[in-house]
């Protein structure tokens, strides 16, 4: 048996039910019952809960890296689609990296969210300027 921290590892445990399971310290997820009577267990739901909670970050200084990485990469973007509007063209895929750059969690600092928020903003009505003018077109 492995031990991290307070954690105990007790691997998986075949077959069996979940009260065997879970006093032997094993994860369990809720049941539920399907039209014939049987009970389930709700893994796919609890998958993409464990997923979202792994992507957003609850530690504050993560969070603040993350952004100051969000906000240096959306000036990167925003810097090359002006030199590209300026020869004469724009590359589609550039205006989708910089769309889903602009959103996103906002950082803990108030400071650094706030010039987030400006930079995510200028993406957006650069990204309305340049749909506006192909739509005219």
């Given at each position: 048996?492995?031990?991290?921290?307070d954690?105990?590892?007790?691997?998986?445990?075949?077959?069996?039910?979940?009260?065997?399971r879970?006093?032997a310290?094993?994860f369990t997820l809720?049941e539920e019952?399907?039209?014939?009577g049987?009970?389930?267990?709700?893994?796919?739901l609890?998958?993409?809960?464990l997923?979202?909670?792994?992507e957003e970050?609850d530690?504050?200084?993560?969070?603040?890296?993350?952004?100051?990485q969000?906000?240096?990469?959306m000036?990167?973007?925003?810097?090359?689609?002006?030199?590209?509007?300026?020869?004469g063209?724009?590359?589609?895929?550039r205006?989708?990296?910089?769309?889903s750059?602009?959103?996103?969690?906002a950082a803990?600092?108030?400071?650094?969210?706030?010039a987030?928020?400006?930079i995510a903003?200028?993406?957006?009505?650069?990204?309305?300027?340049?749909e506006?003018?192909?739509?005219r077109?």
């Amino acid at each position: 048996m492995h031990r991290i921290g307070d954690i105990r590892g007790a691997g998986p445990v075949a077959g069996g039910n979940r009260a065997r399971r879970a006093a032997a310290g094993g994860f369990t997820l809720p049941e539920e019952t399907t039209e014939a009577g049987t009970a389930t267990a709700a893994a796919p739901l609890a998958a993409v809960g464990l997923l979202a909670i792994q992507e957003e970050p609850d530690d504050p200084a993560e969070r603040d890296r993350q952004g100051r990485q969000r906000a240096a990469a959306m000036l990167e973007e925003l810097q090359a689609l002006q030199r590209e509007l300026l020869s004469g063209r724009a590359d589609p895929a550039r205006l989708e990296r910089l769309a889903s750059l602009a959103e996103g969690r906002a950082a803990s600092d108030p400071v650094l969210a706030d010039a987030l928020s400006a930079i995510a903003l200028r993406a957006r009505v650069e990204i309305a300027r340049y749909e506006g003018r192909n739509n005219r077109r």
